[in-house]
T-cell receptor
Framework: SQTIHQWPATLVQPVGSPLSLECTVE??????LYWYRQAAGRGLQLLFY??????ISSEVPQNLSASRPQDRQFILSSKKLLLSDSGFYLCAWSARDWRYNEQFFGPGTRLTVL | AQSVTQLGSHVSVSEGALVLLRCNYS??????LFWYVQYPNQGLQLLLKYTSAATLVKGINGFEAEFKKSETSFHLTKPSAHMSDAAEYFC???????????FGQGTRLTINP
């Protein structure tokens, strides 16, 4: 069966510090991968998605970036965190075929920027 | 452009009462539709999905949803609410050839004892 991992589970970082969140998927190959953010009391905001190694689409211009160095690894990064980067970050995967395109979500990372 | 609208950001029902969470979509072609549930500090879990087969879809935890093309709706229902149903619920849609789901803004369901 497929599983998706995210780490760390929680993170507290000072403003201006760098960020690296990691997501890995097991039990499938060639997945689509997604990064979402939930700010407090708000819905899901799609940040990035990837349909293959090295292929990243950005949905919202900001100080975050994403990379996909391996087929089942997706990394969210920032060089300098802002207060507004606080939130709950979710990674998700889906099959490449749009007909099976329900997304499966990881457990999330709670980021607090102080 | 495709969009998903969830009517009511907060819904409160009594334990044992009917749960009705509303979702309407806007799409030039019939989409596939999904309902997800999110418990506090957890990821989203798929409740059910509509993929153009039966219009009445049954999901986990006693939930079901009916696709109504004429009303462009996909409302989520459960006959009798349980305290464990308290969570955030998201409706989502995808159209043919797309790579991304479009999510509604979510509805927070509160169950009163």
């Amino acid at each position: 069966s497929q599983t998706i991992h995210q780490w760390p589970a929680t993170l507290v970082q000072p403003v201006g510090s760098p960020l690296s969140l990691e997501c890995t998927v097991e039990g499938t190959s060639n997945p689509n991968l997604y990064w979402y953010r939930q700010a407090a009391g708000r819905g899901l905001q799609l940040l990035f998605y990837s349909v293959g190694i090295g292929q990243i689409s950005s949905e919202v211009p900001q100080n975050l970036s994403a990379s996909r160095p391996q087929d089942r690894q997706f990394i969210l990064s920032s060089k300098k965190l802002l207060l507004s980067d606080s939130g709950f970050y979710l990674c998700a995967w889906s099959a490449r075929d749009w007909r099976y395109n329900e997304q499966f979500f990881g457990p999330g990372t709670r980021l607090t920027v102080l | 452009a495709q969009s998903v609208t969830q009517l009511g950001s907060h819904v409160s029902v009594s334990e044992g009462a009917l749960v009705l969470l509303r979702c309407n979509y806007s799409s030039s072609v019939p989409p596939y539709l999904f309902w997800y549930v999110q418990y506090p500090n957890q990821g989203l879990q798929l409740l059910l999905k509509y993929t153009s087969a039966a219009t009445l879809v049954k999901g986990i935890n006693g939930f079901e949803a009916e696709f109504k093309k004429s009303e462009t709706s996909f409302h989520l229902t459960k006959p009798s609410a349980h305290m464990s149903d308290a969570a955030e619920y998201f409706c989502a849609a995808i159209i043919q050839g797309a790579q991304k789901l479009v999510f509604g803004q979510g509805t927070r369901l509160t169950i009163n004892p």
